[in-house]
């Protein structure tokens, strides 16, 4: 009983994150400008971190867990980059 | 897919909880990337997310496998204290290149570089 | 001790990190002992400056602190965004600092900025003005002296 109960209440929160990964993947494709298209991919970073956490909790693998911690690393290089890259025009000086 | 850990009652409520404050708190911060006018209010609406929000999945992460496992399993702290410490810096350097790029197109909502002159002692 | 652990704090803070990363046994620990030893040497060949670091009691009040106001303005953030109040105006704010030490100052950015509802935008050395964007700025003054009374007093008593 309280499996299921757990199992919907994963499953909602999932599609809640998902939702919230749509709102940013909407600023990340409509701009206006380019700082908002980096600001959404870098929110789009943070939600399939959270969301690769619940699929953690939900399989019980821990797994999971070094791939969240490997898409927040690729997040945390890519928004550097990409905002550097728009105050100088080039990434590395 | 429906599924789930095998947990006792007061785990998978408590669990339950933290998943589903949590998933709204990020869900909430992303509303407001769509909803406020301009990027200087956009860019506080992640913020919601990375903190309280990553901080309740975590922690609901964190109660479940130590559960599972009968053994404290704290691992997921580590993303915590990257997230913490990484998205502030990401934040300025986004709103620092905003600025910058705002202040070379001549925007007039954007303070200058020195709009307060310190009176001469 | 001074001469094997350069900066103790780094040795351990690698150290927990590996051990939490690949989990609790004897191979580990010695392995992780050893990374952690050797890896934070490097920092010795960076000469970074002294951080003028005073360990005390104010650390975890600054941190108390802290974490009850990102609680607080995640519910203040979240009301805005939800029920969009009219009245609300956000803008820029121009911070005096008496603050001078840079890694004080880095602490101070990152929890301004890992606050939600306020910004570090940038900070300029000369005249030691931080400009700081607020979500909702309702009078300048009391942010000043809000800021400047909760974490820069701390951050002075923390930093020499």
């Not at chain 2, 300025?92 to 910058?100: E, K, P, T, V």
Request: charged share 15%.
């Amino acid at each position: 009983m309280s499996t299921l109960f757990l199992a919907l209440v994963i499953t909602s929160s999932q599609i809640l994150l998902g939702l919230s990964m749509l709102c940013a993947t909407y600023r990340m494709a409509r701009g206006p400008r380019a700082q908002d298209r980096v600001l959404g991919l870098d929110a789009l970073y943070l939600g399939a971190t959270l969301l690769l956490v619940t699929y953690g909790i939900q399989t019980g693998r821990s797994l999971y867990f070094e791939a969240a911690l490997a898409i927040g690393l690729l997040g945390f290089a890519g928004t550097v980059a990409l905002a550097k890259f728009l105050m100088r025009g080039e990434v590395i000086e | 897919m429906i599924q789930g850990p095998d947990l006792p009652t007061w785990a998978a409520v408590i669990v339950g909880l933290l998943l589903l404050t949590g998933a709204t708190t990020t869900l909430i911060g992303t509303l407001g990337l769509l909803q406020l006018k301009s990027f200087y209010e956009r860019v506080h609406a992640p913020t919601l997310g990375t903190t309280l929000g990553a901080a309740l999945i975590l922690a609901a992460s964190m109660v479940s496998f130590s559960v599972l496992q009968s053994r404290p399993v704290i691992h997921e702290i580590l993303i915590g204290v990257f997230v913490t410490l990484t998205t502030p810096v990401t934040l300025m350097l986004l709103a620092r290149a905003a600025i910058y790029r705002d202040r070379s197109e001549g925007a007039s909502r954007v303070p200058t570089d020195g709009p307060r002159r310190t009176p001469p002692a | 001790m001074n001469r094997l652990f350069p900066y103790p704090v780094l040795t351990l803070a690698l150290f927990v990190m590996w051990i939490l990363l690949t989990g609790f046994s004897p191979g580990h620990v010695l392995l992780g002992g050893l990374v952690a030893a050797l890896v934070s040497r490097t920092m010795l060949s960076l000469k970074p400056e002294p951080t003028g670091f005073r360990p005390s009691l104010a650390i975890f009040r600054l941190a108390g602190l802290v974490l009850a106001d990102i609680v607080r303005s995640n519910f203040a953030v979240a009301r805005i965004i939800l029920f969009k109040p009219a009245e609300r105006h956000s803008g820029f704010l121009h911070l005096p600092v008496e603050l001078r030490n840079p890694y004080a100052l880095a602490v101070l950015a990152v929890i301004i900025t890992a606050t939600p509802g306020t910004l570090w935008v940038q900070h300029d050395a000369r005249r030691h003005v931080i400009l700081i964007h607020v979500l909702d700025l309702i009078d300048e003054e009391t942010w000043i002296r809000f800021i400047k009374d909760r974490y820069e007093r701390l951050l002075l008593e923390i930093f020499e």
